[in-house]
Each structure stands twice: as structure tokens, then as C-alpha cells.
């Protein structure tokens, strides 16, 4: 054998060695990605999961969210201050989600689930309302508020369709 046979057989053991180490980060890569993705969801969740758990612990949140999900009582102001930080602190949450969603770091069933609430709290005019200031303002601005307002338009939309169908199932005449 050659100089030149043995220099080609170890240009090409080198370049199989390459090849070998590139699939082994890539592989070593997409498994770090996958861990990344299930500790960012796992924060995510958790931190949405503490606003939540925040009615549950405080039976002063508890008795005013009460009174706007269930109850339609009014609220005094400090009330409405206590509920309108809860809300807002939930909506930062939600925010927090859909970016990690659109950078691929959330799945959307867990959105799914994250947008059904925000949606039931957007029936409520003390949250609507709230929203369109904080849009009005610019807090949710982008595609966050554009998801959320998207939200409101389906969740109006099936509303008036669930209103529709009462109403023509008590006998009542609907306007379409």
C-alpha cells in the first residue's frame, strides 16, 4: 500500500468520524429540546396553576369571584380592584403561554385548556370590559391580543348561538 492509499483511507475514517459526532449532537440536541420543552411547560402550567389556586386559598378572592362568575352581585371597589389584579395577573399567564406556543415551547392542548378559561372569565362584562381598557392601553398588544380577541369573537359567537337555541326551544322567535 501506498502513502497516498493510507492518507484517502484516513480522510475517509475522518470523515465517518464527523459524520458520527454531527448525529450524535443532533440527536444529543433534539432530546435537550424535548427536556426544555417539558420543564417550560411544567413552569408554565405551574405558574397559571397558582393564580388559580390563589381563589381557592383566599376566601376573600374566593367570595368576590364568586359573586361575578355565579352570582352576578355587584361589587364594591375594593372588590373590583382585588378582582381586576386576579384577572390581569391570569391574563399575564396566558401571555407568558402563548409565546412559549408560538415558539414551539407549548403544546396546544395545554393551550387549549388555558384559552377555554380565559374564555368562560371574557362571558363576564367586569373582564370584558377590563380587557378592552388593557387593549386600549396597549398591554396585550400583538399576537397575544389579537388570540385573546379572537377568543371573544368565538366565544360571542357560540353565546348568541347558545341563546339562539334556548330561545327557540322555550318557543321564543329568534332574530336571524
Known sequence: MTLAAFYSIGQTIAVVAILASLIAIFWQQQHANKIARVQNLEGLTTAYADSLRDIMNSDELATIFRKVMFEDQPLTPVETTRILFYFNIMLTGHQKAWSAF???????????????????????????????RARRTDLYSGSFG?????????????????????ETSQGGETNK
Open 102 to 132: 408560538e415558539n414551539g415551547l407549548y403544546d396546544a392542548q395545554s393551550l387549549k385548556s388555558v384559552d377555554a378559561n380565559t374564555a368562560w372569565y371574557l362571558t363576564k362584562p367586569i373582564f370584558l370590559n377590563e380587557w378592552k
Open 146 to 166: 389579537d388570540h385573546i380577541e379572537s377568543l371573544i369573537s368565538a366565544t360571542m359567537s357560540h353565546t348568541a348561538l347558545g341563546t339562539a337555541d334556548a
